[in-house]
Each structure stands twice: as structure tokens, then as C-alpha cells.
């Protein structure tokens, strides 16, 4: 028999966002390359976001920023992002990083809200 807890812990997804993809390009300049490299390896693991939460942010989440920036951070499960004194960034820190690139913030949203298995079965928030 499982817990509660063990349950919803089960029955929540998660994607993990591997952030150099925001950088990939058909023909990469200089700039594109650099970034790509910046930013290899580095990932974020996102949860579902909460019921409540879906409906906070909305049909479009990046046009809803200040929702966002509660939502995310609370989202986020695990990363890989290390603060410039070597010790483990916290979640709000992550998403400003992200936040404040519009590549890599249209990038996260995209991949975050289009890998949840109610998007992948096209299932819109009016068929509820």
C-alpha cells in the first residue's frame, strides 16, 4: 500500500530542460556557438505545476510574468547551476537567469508547458 505522499509524489511529471537547446540554430554565428557552449550541460528539472497554479499562470504563462515568477521557482525540483562562489544556486536565482533572456525564457516555457501529458494530448484548459 503507498502513502499519500509517495503517491503524489508518482503522480506528478517532470521534464527536464537542458538549456543550451534554447541555443541552437539552423546557421550559427559566433554568438550562437558561444552561448550553446555557455550554457552546455546545464539543466533544470521542472514539476507540474499544481492545479491552482495552471490556472495562475493561464493559456499564455510567458505573457504572465509575475505569475511566473512565483510559479517557477516553486516548480523547479533539481538543477545543475552552481552561484559564482561555487555553491548551489537557488531556485529564484535560476529562473532570473532564465527569465532575463528572452531566448531562454520562450525556450523554458515552450518546452516546460509543452511537455505536460494534458498539452501532449492537446487537451485545452476550455475542454475542462
Not at 495552471?54 to 552552481?82: F, T
Not at 537557488?90 to 537567469?97: F, G, M, N, R
Not at 523554458?108 to 487537451?123: C, D, I, K, N, Q
Amino acid at each position: 500500500m503507498a502513502t499519500l505522499e509517495a503517491l503524489r509524489d508518482i503522480g506528478i511529471f517532470r521534464k527536464k530542460i537542458h538549456l543550451a537547446e534554447a541555443f541552437h540554430v539552423e546557421n550559427p554565428g559566433p554568438e550562437d556557438a558561444a552561448m550553446t557552449e555557455a550554457f552546455k550541460g546545464l539543466w533544470v528539472e521542472m514539476r507540474e505545476p499544481t492545479r491552482a497554479e495552471a490556472i495562475a499562470l493561464g493559456d499564455a504563462p510567458a505573457k504572465n510574468m509575475s505569475e511566473m515568477d512565483k510559479i517557477v521557482p516553486a516548480c523547479m525540483r533539481d538543477h545543475n547551476i552552481l552561484r559564482d562562489d561555487g555553491k548551489r544556486a537557488e531556485a529564484e536565482q535560476v529562473y532570473e537567469l532564465i527569465r532575463n533572456s528572452v531566448t531562454l525564457v520562450n525556450y523554458f516555457t515552450t518546452e516546460w508547458m509543452g511537455s505536460l501529458p494534458l498539452a501532449r494530448r492537446g487537451v485545452t484548459q476550455s475542454a475542462k
